[in-house]
């Protein structure tokens, strides 16, 4: 990773870090929860000799990014401001858009709300908005996604996550991976420390805290957004999905076609909701063949 270099900019009014490397056409990885740039370490060299210009910007409100105070400040409006701030930042009129987790929700929006920006959009275990929707009312999701609910409380979720010296966030990365080798003990405690930032819990939640807000008033009838605006995605689309995912369940992949007609699913069944880490050599030639198509 010697030859990825960092800096900051700012953009849609907020400060945020970024790595980069390698010449050619805009690749952006966007990251999740509770996670960094640091996600996409195994991307990031591969993508940028493959001939992309690669950037992974900490989102706003984790790491060392800048952590806006206020709810409303996460709201799903300024994280597409974001990724299409930076956009404008490198001075690109579009780039294909890679997102995992909540960066691959706020993916999925960028593609929806702004499809002139997205050459083709790459998500990682994150499911479609409207989907979403549907299958969050079942017994079995609901269950997966007890965490969103915790979340609206104040105070409660952060002193959950920092108790024991962060032993929930070591606890996630340590147990939840489907290959013993995803993350080595110093990943986690490269996690642990992008997570301990001042404001970086409280930011990285407040993601789920708007995501109800905005819903509430909607019968949460969009989990994602929280609006009426159309969920069609228009650009070619590469969904990879880890079935072992404990958070997110398999019946999210099915149905799409509905709102995305160029759509492509590559499902890996010995990868688990991280599933950059678990396969990453996969998932690096599935990422280089759809964006070189």
């Not at 609006?227 to 072992?244: A, F, K, N, Q, Y």
Request: charged share 25%; hydrophobic share 40%; aromatic share 12%.
């Amino acid at each position: 990773m010697s030859d990825m270099t960092h800096d900051e900019t700012i953009v849609n009014g907020v400060r945020l870090h970024y790595v980069e490397a390698g010449d050619g056409p805009l690749v952006l990885l966007l990251h999740g929860f509770p996670e960094f740039w640091y996600s996409w370490r195994d991307q990031i060299p591969a993508l940028a000799e493959a001939g992309y210009h690669v950037v992974a910007p900490d989102m706003r409100g984790y790491n060392v990014s800048e952590k806006p105070y206020g709810v409303e400040s996460y709201r799903v409006e300024e994280l597409v401001g974001d990724v299409v701030g930076l956009m404008d930042h490198f001075g690109e009129d579009e780039a294909y858009v890679v997102g995992h987790d909540w960066g691959g929700a706020v993916a999925w929006e960028v593609g929806i709300r702004h499809p002139e920006r997205v050459a083709k959009l790459a998500v990682l275990n994150a499911p479609h908005p409207g989907r979403f929707r549907e299958v969050l009312r079942t017994p079995a999701q609901l269950r997966r996604s007890w965490y969103m609910f915790f979340f609206q409380l104040p105070w409660l979720p952060e002193a959950y996550l920092s108790a024991r010296n962060y032993d929930s966030i070591e606890g996630i990365f340590r147990d939840t991976p489907v290959n013993s080798d995803a993350f080595s003990e110093a990943d986690v405690q490269r996690y642990v420390e992008a997570a301990s930032q001042p404001g970086a819990l409280t930011g990285s939640i407040n993601y789920y805290r708007a995501l109800f807000r905005d819903a509430v008033p909607t019968g949460l009838r969009s989990l994602v957004g929280g609006s009426s605006h159309s969920l069609d995605v228009s650009v070619p689309t590469l969904l990879i999905w880890g079935m072992e995912d404990f958070a997110l369940g398999n019946e999210l992949t099915e149905g799409l076609d509905r709102w995305i007609p160029d759509l492509r699913i590559e499902r890996l069944s010995d990868a688990s909701h991280w599933v950059q880490n678990d396969r990453p050599e996969a998932v690096n030639d599935s990422l280089i063949e759809f964006l070189s198509e």
